[in-house]
């Protein structure tokens, strides 16, 4: 079944509970995104685990070096995922991975600005990645890129569940959904939108119309 992620990237900290709490019964994954993270270090990670502890929390680290450093870091502040760029050296994913799998954890590759997705992706399986993700940055969105050429081609090419980023929102996700990827994540389709509870009620409802 697919679950929806809501990416937390810019948002005044002060505004995290009130804006992100009225969410909660319609998202299944809260994000601590890259810049959010940025921005004000890993006590968002712990803001989010203490806001929802029911769900699933992902910490956005695109880990790049010290795998296991970073892994570790994620999930002493509440995070059960953790993403590490698919374009890292493969000791650095096999790091994350490992403390992932000593603390009952999981990490996600993401393969934005790798090349030859497959072939990573296949790659990714033997290394012992618990999901891929397919994600279109937003300066390639402002381009006109979307995921789903390679959310297709992922799809077909390896047994990972997949999670797909870039662009998603009540107009996209039909297009995805045909492709059954496990987790969907929207930012801006959710907080840039003039009332992010009713689009994130959407998006949700959309998924839950899609398993029947």
């Given at each position: 079944?697919?679950?929806?992620?809501?990416?937390?990237?810019?948002?005044?900290?002060?505004?995290?509970?009130?804006?992100?709490?009225?969410?909660?019964?319609?998202?299944?994954?809260?994000?601590?995104?890259?810049?959010?993270?940025?921005?004000?270090?890993?006590?968002?990670?712990?803001?989010?685990?203490?806001?929802g502890?029911?769900?699933?929390?992902?910490?956005?680290?695109?880990?790049?070096?010290?795998?296991?450093?970073?892994?570790?870091?994620?999930?002493?502040?509440?995070?059960?995922?953790?993403?590490?760029?698919?374009?890292?050296?493969?000791?650095?994913?096999?790091?994350?991975?490992?403390?992932?799998?000593?603390r009952?954890?999981?990490?996600?590759?993401?393969?934005?600005?790798?090349p030859?997705?497959?072939a990573?992706?296949?790659?990714?399986?033997?290394?012992?990645?618990?999901?891929?993700?397919?994600?279109?940055?937003t300066?390639?969105?402002?381009?006109?890129?979307?995921?789903?050429?390679?959310?297709?081609?992922?799809?077909?090419?390896?047994?990972?569940?997949?999670?797909?980023?870039?662009?998603?929102?009540?107009?996209?996700?039909?297009?995805?959904?045909?492709?059954?990827?496990?987790?969907?994540?929207?930012?801006?389709?959710?907080?840039?939108?003039?009332?992010p509870?009713?689009?994130?009620?959407?998006?949700?409802?959309?998924?839950?119309?899609?398993?029947?």
């Open positions: 079944m697919t679950s929806l992620q809501v990416a937390i990237d810019v948002l005044p900290l002060d505004e995290l509970e009130s804006t992100v709490g009225p969410l909660l019964d319609h998202v299944d994954v809260l994000e601590a995104g890259t810049p959010f993270i940025k921005m004000y270090g890993l006590g968002v990670v712990r803001r989010l685990r203490a806001l502890p029911g769900h699933l929390i992902v910490a956005d680290m695109k880990a790049m070096d010290a795998g296991a450093l970073e892994a570790n870091m994620a999930f002493d502040a509440g995070a059960d995922v953790i993403t590490v760029l698919a374009c890292a050296g493969d000791a650095t994913i096999e790091g994350a991975v490992r403390v992932a799998n000593d009952g954890k999981r990490v996600v590759c993401d393969l934005i600005g790798v030859d997705k497959v990573r992706a296949r790659q990714l399986a033997g290394l012992g990645v618990h999901m891929v993700g397919v994600h279109t940055g300066d390639d969105q402002a381009r006109g890129a979307d995921p789903l050429a390679d959310l297709a081609a992922i799809t077909g090419a390896v047994d990972l569940p997949v999670v797909v980023a870039g662009g998603i929102n009540a107009t996209t996700l039909p297009a995805i959904l045909g492709y059954g990827p496990a987790i969907v994540i929207s930012g801006s389709g959710i907080l840039g939108q003039a009332d509870v009713a689009a994130a009620k959407a998006l949700h409802d959309a998924i839950g119309a899609s398993r029947s």
